[in-house]
């Protein structure tokens, strides 16, 4: 059976401590003010608050970045064939053909699409390109987001946030069962965000609560 | 694929409840507010034929970690900070700030070049000058101190900001302090807590902790006061093994805190009551015969009597006069008291017996006697912690074993710690939950260090005999205003941002500074401190040198240079040889680091050990304290009797006894004046002061917030974003609001490491006291009273 790549992310173990959102943003080099992933707080209004009242208090973390759905909406709408799934499961955007349109910004379920709106009049820090030398370039005015590190994946390697500082990020392959990914979600309770819609993510969530 | 109107108007509205939902769950919002305006720009092109070299690095600040990096550059230049493999690769680990030096290291801000001052101090104004300037200039005013006051008149500062043998804390500052014979500014940071520790177990080692990978075989573990995702990101991975092996995790803090919200027991404690807290626990685990009876009659204090008459251990010699000063035990057996080591005895663990006349009870009897004070329902009014929490937890930690506390540097922030120390120690002692896999009272902290390193030697600190002398950094500040001991007239500072590290800020910039001829600083920025120079030298970045990192995990690591020094930075080292040559001592100052990292490893234990530089050079990490590391495995301690000293003869306070804080309680009049008690917890954020101007870090975390309930913040007409002024006498800061559940009522927290320019008026560090106790010498940033109104 061919792969289809698939993450699996810990949340009892998720600590919301940003780490995969920094190697996505250096491995990947994004500019200011664009995050291809994220860490929300399940909680209170602003970053790190729980919700409840003082003492009956409950947190937690969701990271988030794209979803690679076995159906991807984004996919569906693109007008011109930019956004694509990989045999693998992987869905890209090509940037070349990309006409910015922002469709698939508006179709995504999971709100993790980001588009580089402006040039920026501001010194990015450092002014030289950091991160992986394969990622390239994007043009202003496409849509942007997690490729998985198509170009680790490509090489046998781990997308760049798997080495998370709290061992709660996991990768491999969803139609192997004896994959560490398959195991945990089968024995953890694996689940994916609003799968009522019925796009089939190959991110899968491991519960917070024990 | 074509996609019918029907789905994708489906689909968009889910996309839209998503968002709404992903945009109020707040590191979103967040990001939306006080980022400068957006600022999105494509991001550049490397040059495909740029060949990419991979070279040994570590981080190394004070975050107690050390990760190992791997190390990338393109072009000569670093482009990438990479988690690296370490030879125990359980280790192996990166974290936000890590990946974030590329940012440092190039910021434009960067210093680039001597400079000294020509305004006023701290108004602004320099002048580039040379190298040579800087150094004859500095040479000259040392020279010139010396002569006229004593070579002891110049102080050299430093904390934290590196682990480097060469270029950290605890090195080339270090050899020149030595043989200068200057005065080496020392602790007065997080020192109260181990000091009792200390006193309790022996020491000082600052190895008294099981390793942190170890805290995976922990059935409980009690993270204390301690904020261990923030502010030991490093170490939580492990905590979180021990919970999927089946651990249970206890939280003590007066806040819900990340960890908090991971636990099975959070328990909400009041603010510097904590020595309340355990000695409530002493006594439900004695009360409940929860203790470990064997350990305690062997390895501890426990069955030594002690004279009521002068509190003293009853010696053999008390008894019959002219034999030893062995320690007596009452042998039931045979009704009378003999010598602890005496064969076949059955020692008693309680009670009081009347010894020739001198009535003595066993240091167990006084410890049960003393915790009877602070019973749970006793106790209760002190900690605000119920009575049935107490006893649950006192349980778990006594019966579900082995159990680790976990203890923070939240605890070391009050005027009396030690105590607290001491009384966590005990908590170990009582049910023998140290020196075994997973039992430690000082989880986390077994690693190899800097200070504690098999790899510090004084061939390398102390090449002619001569020492600095070491003085309290609390000291330091009588020395600087008053003369005493000793004048003080200039302090070097290096890896340390003084005014925002240490307590009481007006006082150093009003009533210390101007006291002091000669003030230089050596760092990467323009700091605070760095502001009221009278000569700023440029340092370079942890990747412009070699060197050799020890931090607090067990490896030592490698530095290999990745980059040339930007524009005219120079290291720690550089400078203090260039000083050292300048002012006549060559022939000490005329090695390489090649050289003396050389010299730092050639001894025959460190061969032996199978650690030369060589093998460092080519792994990049070795490891170099013993697998696993847990000390007290022997169950032999360097106290006076080689056993757990719960109960001391030597300390005032023989046992360890609950006293307030001295500013930040209730009882104290100034709290109706200043109400809330204010913190300055650790950020992940910023490692103490540094990382504070890293870009993608100000994404996530813009600016300096007041962490406020939102009960506390309704009183006083705030709401969430509003700016606020936080005041009391010594000082005030004004900056937003964050109103926060998470907050205790009636405690604020202003995370530390802010600087002045990120404040909207003044700098958080002017709240805090330079209180001192003088049994422990120790700042106690958290003792601080304040209040809050709406600027």
Redesign the interface.
């Known amino acids: 059976m061919a792969k289809r790549y698939g993450m699996v992310i810990d949340l009892?173990?998720c600590?919301?401590?940003?780490?995969c959102?920094?190697?996505c943003?250096?491995?990947n080099?994004?500019?200011?003010?664009?995050?291809w992933n994220?860490?929300?707080?399940?909680?209170?209004?602003?970053?790190?608050?729980?919700?409840?009242?003082?003492?009956d208090?409950?947190?937690?973390f969701?990271p988030?970045a794209c979803q690679h759905c076995e159906d991807p909406?984004c996919?569906?709408?693109c007008p011109v064939g930019a956004a694509y799934k990989r045999e693998d499961g992987l869905v890209l955007i090509n940037w070349e053909t990309c006409i910015g349109c922002r469709y698939c910004i508006?179709?995504?379920?999971?709100?993790v699409r980001v588009y580089?709106?402006?040039?920026?009049?501001?010194?990015?820090?450092?002014?030289?390109?950091?991160?992986?030398?394969e990622v390239?370039?994007?043009?202003?005015g496409v849509g942007e987001k997690c490729t998985f590190c198509v170009h680790r994946v490509d090489k046998g390697l781990q997308p760049?946030c798997i080495?998370c500082?709290?061992?709660?990020r996991f990768f491999g392959d969803l139609n192997d069962p004896n994959s560490e990914v398959s195991k945990l979600i089968k024995e953890k309770g694996g689940y994916q965000?609003?799968s009522e819609?019925g796009t089939n993510p190959s991110v899968f969530y491991l519960p917070a609560k024990? | 694929?074509?996609?019918s109107r029907r789905?994708?108007l489906?689909?968009?509205a889910?996309?839209a409840a998503?968002?709404a939902t992903?945009?109020?769950?707040?590191?979103?919002?967040?990001?939306s507010l006080p980022?400068?305006?957006?600022?999105?720009?494509?991001?550049?092109?490397?040059s495909?034929q740029?060949v990419?070299k991979i070279v040994h690095g570590a981080c190394a600040p004070n975050c107690w970690s050390g990760c190992k990096l791997l190390v990338h550059v393109?072009?000569g230049?670093l482009?990438?900070?990479?988690?690296g493999p370490l030879q125990d690769t359980r280790y192996?680990?990166?974290?936000?700030r890590g990946?974030?030096h590329?940012?440092r290291?190039?910021?434009?801000d960067r210093l680039q070049y001597p400079m000294k001052r020509v305004g006023e101090r701290g108004e602004g104004k320099w002048q580039r000058i040379s190298w040579d300037e800087a150094i004859d200039t500095i040479a000259a005013k040392l020279t010139g101190i010396k002569e006229k006051y004593d070579s002891k008149a110049v102080c050299f500062v430093t904390t934290s900001g590196y682990y480097g043998i060469l270029n950290g804390f605890y090195g080339a500052n270090v050899r020149f302090a030595n043989m200068f014979q200057g005065t080496y500014g020392s602790a007065a940071l997080d020192s109260a807590m181990p000091l009792g520790m200390f006193q309790v177990l022996g020491g000082p080692s600052h190895n008294q902790g099981n390793e942190a990978a170890d805290l995976a075989n922990a059935k409980t573990i009690i993270v204390w006061g301690s904020n261990v995702?923030e502010s030991n990101?490093?170490n939580?991975?492990f905590v979180?093994?021990a919970?999927?092996n089946g651990g249970k995790l206890i939280v003590i803090n007066p806040n819900?805190t990340?960890?908090?919200?991971?636990a099975d027991i959070?328990v909400?404690v009041r603010p510097g009551s904590d020595t309340a807290l355990a000695l409530a626990m002493v006594d439900v685990i004695i009360k409940n015969t929860l203790y470990d009876r064997q350990f305690l009659l062997d390895h501890t204090v426990a069955p030594f009597l002690v004279r009521q008459d002068n509190g003293q251990f009853l010696r053999e010699k008390d008894v019959v006069q002219g034999v030893s000063d062995k320690y007596m035990v009452w042998d039931q057996a045979s009704n009378k008291a003999v010598p602890f080591d005496a064969s076949g005895l059955t020692p008693a663990l309680t009670g009081t017996y009347s010894v020739k006349g001198m009535q003595s009870d066993t240091a167990f009897q006084l410890l049960s006697d003393l915790a009877e004070q602070y019973s749970p329902e006793k106790s209760k009014t002190i900690t605000g912690v119920p009575e049935n929490v107490v006893e649950k937890v006192a349980h778990e930690y006594a019966t579900s074993k082995p159990a680790t506390i976990y203890w923070g540097f939240g605890l070391d922030r009050y005027h009396h710690a030690d105590l607290t120390g001491r009384a966590l120690a005990i908590l170990a002692a009582l049910t023998g939950n140290i020196g075994k896999p997973g039992a430690t009272p000082w989880g986390g902290f077994g690693g190899a260090t800097l200070v504690s390193s098999p790899l510090r030697t004084g061939k390398w600190t102390n090449p002619t005999g001569t020492s600095a002398t070491f003085l309290n950094n609390l000291l330091v500040y009588d020395a600087i205003e008053k003369g005493e001991p000793y004048p003080i007239k200039a302090l070097v500072v290096t890896n340390c941002n003084y005014v925002i590290t240490f307590p009481n800020q007006n006082k150093i910039l009003h009533d210390l500074f101007p006291k002091l001829d000669f003030i230089v600083v050596a760092d990467l920025f323009m700091t605070d401190t760095a502001k009221y120079a009278d000569i700023v030298l440029p340092s370079t970045s942890w990747f412009e040198n070699e060197d050799v990192v020890a931090s607090m995990h067990p490896h030592v690591m490698f530095q290999e240079k990745a980059i040339e020094p930007l524009c005219e930075c120079k290291s720690d080292l550089e400078i203090f040889t260039l000083l050292g040559n300048k002012m006549g001592a060559g022939e000490q100052w005329n090695k390489t680091a090649e050289e003396y990292m050389q010299l730092i490893f050639d001894d025959q234990k460190l061969r032996d050990a199978g650690i030369t530089l060589e093998k460092l050079k080519s792994e990049g990490s070795l490891r170099v304290v013993p697998s696993p590391y847990i000390p007290f495995q022997d169950l032999k301690f360097k106290t006076p009797s080689g056993r757990i000293e719960f109960y001391s003869e030597k300390l005032n306070e023989k046992l360890p006894v609950f006293h307030p804080p001295i500013e930040a309680w209730p009882d104290n009049p100034l709290a109706t004046k200043y109400p809330l008690v204010c913190i300055q917890a650790g950020s992940?954020f910023r490692v103490h002061t540094q990382y504070f101007n890293t870009?993608?870090l100000r994404?996530?975390?813009p600016r300096p917030f007041v962490e406020i309930?939102p009960?506390d913040a309704k009183l006083r007409g705030v709401n969430?974003g509003d700016v606020v002024e936080v005041y009391n006498d010594r000082g005030n800061v004004k900056l937003h609001a964050?109103?926060?559940?998470?907050?205790?009522?009636g405690m604020v927290n202003i995370s530390r490491g802010c600087t002045t320019s990120q404040f909207i008026q003044g700098n958080s560090q002017q709240l805090v006291a330079d209180h001192r106790n003088p049994d422990t010498l120790n700042c106690s940033f958290f003792d601080t009273l304040v209040e809050v109104k709406k600027a």
């Open positions: 009892k173990r600590v919301g401590c940003q780490t959102a920094l190697v943003k250096l491995e080099h994004q500019p200011l003010g664009l995050w994220r860490v929300l707080t399940i909680g209170g209004p602003e970053i790190d608050t729980p919700f409840g009242t003082y003492p208090l409950q947190m937690s969701l988030i909406p996919v569906e709408v508006v179709a995504c379920p999971y709100g580089n709106w402006r040039s920026t009049k501001e010194q990015e820090i450092p002014d030289f390109q950091v991160g992986a030398p390239p370039a994007r043009p202003l760049a080495p500082p709290s061992r709660a965000l609003k819609l024990r | 694929m074509r996609i789905r994708f489906k689909l968009a889910g996309a998503v968002s992903v945009y109020g769950f707040g590191s979103a919002r967040a990001l980022i400068p305006p957006a600022t999105f720009r494509t991001s550049q092109a490397g495909p740029a990419e393109r072009d230049k482009v990438k900070t990479e988690m192996d680990r990166i974290c936000l990946l974030t590329v940012q290291t190039y910021h434009p995702t990101l490093q939580w991975h979180a093994d919970i999927d819900f990340i960890g908090a919200s991971k959070w909400s992940r870009p993608w994404e996530l975390d309930n009960s969430n964050k109103l926060s559940e998470a907050l205790r009522p």
